[in-house]
């Protein structure tokens, strides 16, 4: 017995299972952090969004436009669960796509059991509209800031719009405190993935012209300070952001 | 509203075996009577060039010093002037070489707010690597580096000084010296600060002209505007700090005539003809304007961006969509705004100048002792 366990070959064997135990620990361990990492993928229709360079399809009319600057604000996001609802913290979010890296937001969170829902805003809620404090990423000198009168723009989208050779701007700047949207998507998660979350989002553009109204860039070139546009708009873009469908498929690996 | 913003990181002192011992500061007092007012937002100040009195007080001696240039007959200051808010009332600058340079000199304020990319074209990414930029410049100091740390190993002052404020001279100190100075040009009280902490109110044709400034016109609903906030931001007046958000092309050359700009910096062809969108505080006081200097009076500038844009592929959408009229002749673009509303927005450009900041004895040269001196009974006088 006492030869046994000292046997050298043994002994190697047993160090052998403990480090590969260890190993095995470490990777459990580095499989489940402690966070949530949601990743938007831009989309105009069934195609990749890319800024400058391409022509999109008019979504409800003639000609076909272009996307200089996207840019929205993502607020409030919450994890919910069957008796809980976690809030992250000054949580104002730029989302943009103008970086060769894809979009994620990165949050810690206490913790994941039982949260089945993702919760946040399109926007920036009135309290926050109406406050000239910077938190998180709203800057009253920033891009988004209309004025401190106004509040922020909650959705811009600049870009042109051609037909029949004749050439427009796009200018599209919804915002005012009645028009921030709520969206909620379930938080699916494989078996092995407890105590963190991977979240896809599909961001369509083209849901901005057609989701709920038809806005033909073609009559409407402009959305700013019109009541009634903006909230035309606004109805579309509570359907801007959506779960990951095939669309984004290719783009998950 | 006014908040002090206290720098706590004190500087340093790290010495590790391994990669040998820096030399360290002698002293380091932090700058206490830092502050801003809240609106102007977050900022940041490198971490390994903390603001100290030592840096502060060391950097201005150098900003003013003509011993940074090769014939020893140019500053920072010559092109830089505390009364024209730091820019030189030139065509464009002219420095040892006497042969005018591309552009026209920058104001220099509020450095901490605003795009944290330097020059016209955004090529310097921060202030430190913006400062040696212009000493070694054949056309603006000429200086040689290694020349220059030579001059100021010997001199007689400037060695205890570097000591104090960074440990020893380098080209590296020297550039961080000249930016702490630059970081503490902050503007904050002018009569639109006056009239933002509610002290005091502004004209009729001032507020009427705040207004025009601050909106992006709708004539669907019936919102006039001069839509100059939607570049120049609404407090710090000069171009959003996100990414290259606070460049852009206001339309002043025609697609054949469209310098580099920032596609010099990004190589992208969708950043041909965008400029630095500049701090418009003690605007009254830095003509001419634009990047070569080409509007004498701020009269012209209104008359541009009312009826003299220049069609570009680069060219803001923004300034192409605002206009005060529903309908207007295809293809013109023009904001459409009245004689009277052009002088508002002049009015209230007004309003931005600061003569605390003009005449404050902080800012001004160390080695004009006379004018130190009048500067400072006069504000013991008040």
Same mark, same amino acid.
């Given at each position: 017995?006492?030869?046994?366990?000292?046997?050298?070959?043994?002994?190697?064997?047993?160090?052998?299972?403990?480090?590969?135990?260890?190993?095995?620990?470490?990777?459990?361990?580095?499989?489940?952090?402690?966070?949530?990492?949601?990743?938007?993928?831009?989309?105009?229709?069934?195609?990749?969004?890319? !800024?400058?360079?391409?022509?999109?399809?008019?979504?409800?009319?003639?000609?076909?436009?272009?996307?200089?600057?996207?840019?929205?604000?993502?607020?409030?996001?919450?994890?919910?669960?069957?008796?809980?609802?976690?809030?992250?913290?000054?949580?104002?979010?730029?989302?943009?796509?103008?970086?060769?890296?894809?979009?994620?937001?990165?949050?810690?969170?206490?913790?994941?059991?039982?949260?089945?829902?993702?919760?946040?805003?399109?926007?920036?809620?009135?309290?926050?509209?109406?406050?000239?404090?910077?938190?998180?990423?709203?800057?009253?000198?920033?891009?988004?800031?209309?004025?401190?009168?106004?509040?922020?723009?909650?959705?811009?989208?600049?870009?042109?719009?051609?037909?029949?050779?004749?050439?427009?701007?796009?200018?599209?700047?919804?915002?005012?405190?009645?028009?921030?949207?709520?969206?909620?998507?379930?938080?699916?998660?494989?078996?092995?993935?407890?105590?963190?979350?991977?979240?896809?989002?599909?961001?369509?553009?083209?849901?901005?012209?057609?989701?709920?109204?038809?806005?033909?860039?073609?009559?409407?070139?402009?959305?700013?300070?019109?009541?009634?546009?903006?909230?035309?708009?606004?109805?579309?873009?509570?359907?801007?952001?959506?779960?990951?469908?095939?669309?984004?498929?290719?783009?998950?690996? | 509203?006014?908040?002090?913003?206290?720098?706590?990181?004190? /500087?340093?002192?790290?010495?590790?075996?391994?990669?040998?011992?820096?030399?360290?500061?002698?002293?380091?007092?932090?700058?206490?009577?830092?502050?801003?007012?809240?609106?102007?937002?977050?900022?940041?100040?490198?971490?390994?060039?903390?603001?100290?009195?030592?840096?502060?007080?060391?950097?201005?001696?150098?900003?003013?010093?003509?011993? !940074?240039?090769?014939?020893?007959?140019?500053?920072?200051?010559?092109?830089?002037?505390?009364?024209?808010?730091?820019?030189?009332?030139?065509?464009?600058?002219?420095?040892?070489?006497?042969?005018?340079?591309?552009?026209?000199?920058?104001?220099?304020?509020?450095?901490?707010?605003?795009?944290?990319?330097?020059?016209?074209?955004?090529?310097?990414?921060?202030?430190?690597?913006?400062?040696?930029?212009?000493?070694?410049?054949?056309?603006?100091?000429?200086?040689?580096?290694?020349?220059?740390?030579?001059? !100021?190993?010997?001199?007689?002052?400037?060695?205890?000084?570097?000591?104090?404020?960074?440990?020893?001279?380098?080209?590296?100190?020297?550039?961080?010296?000249?930016?702490?100075?630059?970081?503490?040009?902050?503007?904050?009280?002018?009569?639109?600060?006056?009239?933002?902490?509610?002290?005091?109110?502004?004209?009729?044709?001032?507020?009427?002209?705040?207004?025009?400034?601050?909106?992006?016109?709708?004539?669907?609903?019936?919102?006039?505007?001069?839509?100059?906030?939607?570049?120049?931001?609404?407090?710090?007046?000069?171009?959003?700090?996100?990414?290259?958000?606070?460049?852009?092309?206001?339309?002043?050359?025609?697609?054949?005539?469209?310098?580099?700009?920032?596609?010099?910096?990004?190589?992208?062809?969708?950043?041909?003809?965008?400029?630095?969108?500049?701090?418009?505080?003690?605007?009254?006081?830095?003509?001419?304007?634009?990047?070569?200097?080409?509007?004498?009076?701020?009269?012209?500038?209104?008359?541009?961006?009312?009826?003299?844009?220049?069609?570009?592929?680069?060219?803001?959408?923004?300034?192409?969509?605002?206009?005060?009229?529903?309908?207007?002749?295809?293809?013109?673009?023009?904001?459409?705004?009245?004689?009277?509303?052009?002088?508002?927005?002049?009015?209230?450009?007004?309003?931005?100048?600061?003569?605390?900041?003009?005449?404050?004895?902080?800012?001004?040269?160390?080695?004009?002792?006379?004018?130190?001196?009048?500067?400072? /009974?006069?504000?013991?006088?008040?």
């Amino acid at each position: 017995m006492n030869n046994f366990l000292t046997s050298k070959r043994v002994r190697r064997v047993l160090w052998g299972a403990l480090v590969a135990m260890l190993m095995m620990a470490l990777g459990a361990w580095s499989f489940w952090p402690n966070t949530v990492v949601i990743t938007l993928h831009p989309f105009v229709g069934t195609q990749p969004l890319t !800024l400058n360079e391409k022509v999109y399809q008019n979504p409800v009319g003639v000609g076909e436009f272009s996307v200089r600057d996207f840019q929205f604000f993502m607020s409030n996001i919450r994890f919910v669960s069957n008796d809980a609802t976690q809030t992250v913290m000054d949580s104002y979010h730029l989302v943009r796509f103008d970086d060769a890296a894809p979009m994620a937001l990165v949050f810690d969170a206490s913790s994941l059991l039982g949260v089945h829902t993702l919760e946040f805003g399109i926007g920036v809620d009135s309290a926050a509209n109406s406050s000239l404090k910077s938190r998180g990423d709203l800057d009253p000198n920033g891009r988004m800031a209309w004025s401190w009168e106004v509040g922020y723009k909650f959705v811009l989208l600049e870009g042109g719009f051609e037909h029949q050779g004749q050439a427009h701007p796009l200018v599209y700047h919804v915002g005012f405190s009645e028009n921030y949207k709520t969206i909620r998507v379930p938080l699916n998660r494989p078996w092995y993935q407890m105590f963190s979350a991977k979240v896809d989002l599909l961001v369509d553009v083209k849901a901005l012209f057609d989701a709920v109204h038809g806005v033909n860039m073609a009559d409407v070139n402009t959305i700013k300070f019109d009541r009634q546009d903006a909230r035309r708009m606004a109805d579309n873009y509570a359907h801007l952001v959506i779960p990951c469908d095939n669309r984004c498929v290719q783009g998950l690996k | 509203m006014f908040r002090t913003l206290v720098t706590t990181t004190s /500087v340093a002192g790290i010495c590790i075996g391994l990669f040998g011992c820096k030399q360290e500061p002698l002293t380091a007092t932090p700058l206490k009577d830092f502050e801003a007012p809240f609106v102007f937002g977050h900022f940041q100040v490198p971490a390994d060039n903390a603001l100290t009195v030592e840096r502060v007080a060391l950097g201005r001696l150098l900003f003013y010093d003509p011993i !940074l240039s090769k014939n020893n007959q140019v500053s920072c200051a010559s092109c830089h002037q505390q009364a024209r808010a730091f820019a030189d009332g030139k065509h464009t600058s002219v420095g040892v070489s006497g042969k005018p340079l591309a552009f026209n000199s920058m104001s220099l304020v509020n450095l901490l707010w605003g795009p944290q990319h330097f020059f016209w074209d955004g090529r310097a990414k921060s202030l430190e690597a913006q400062a040696l930029v212009p000493i070694q410049h054949p056309d603006e100091m000429g200086q040689d580096l290694d020349i220059l740390v030579k001059e !100021l190993s010997t001199h007689a002052e400037y060695p205890s000084l570097f000591a104090a404020a960074y440990g020893d001279i380098s080209p590296q100190h020297i550039a961080a010296a000249l930016a702490s100075f630059q970081r503490t040009l902050i503007s904050a009280n002018s009569r639109y600060d006056q009239y933002l902490r509610g002290e005091i109110t502004l004209t009729d044709q001032e507020e009427l002209g705040r207004k025009l400034f601050m909106a992006h016109p709708d004539a669907k609903a019936s919102q006039r505007g001069g839509n100059c906030i939607d570049c120049h931001s609404q407090f710090v007046t000069a171009g959003f700090s996100t990414r290259l958000d606070g460049f852009s092309n206001n339309g002043l050359d025609v697609e054949a005539d469209l310098k580099p700009g920032l596609a010099a910096v990004t190589g992208k062809p969708e950043h041909r003809g965008l400029f630095k969108v500049p701090s418009l505080r003690n605007i009254a006081v830095t003509a001419p304007y634009m990047h070569d200097g080409r509007f004498a009076t701020l009269a012209q500038v209104l008359a541009h961006y009312n009826s003299g844009i220049e069609p570009s592929t680069t060219l803001s959408p923004l300034i192409v969509e605002a206009n005060n009229q529903v309908s207007d002749t295809a293809g013109a673009i023009s904001l459409n705004l009245s004689e009277s509303e052009q002088q508002a927005i002049i009015a209230f450009l007004h309003t931005l100048t600061d003569t605390d900041f003009l005449t404050n004895p902080a800012f001004s040269d160390p080695f004009n002792r006379a004018q130190d001196a009048t500067a400072q /009974v006069s504000k013991d006088a008040r």
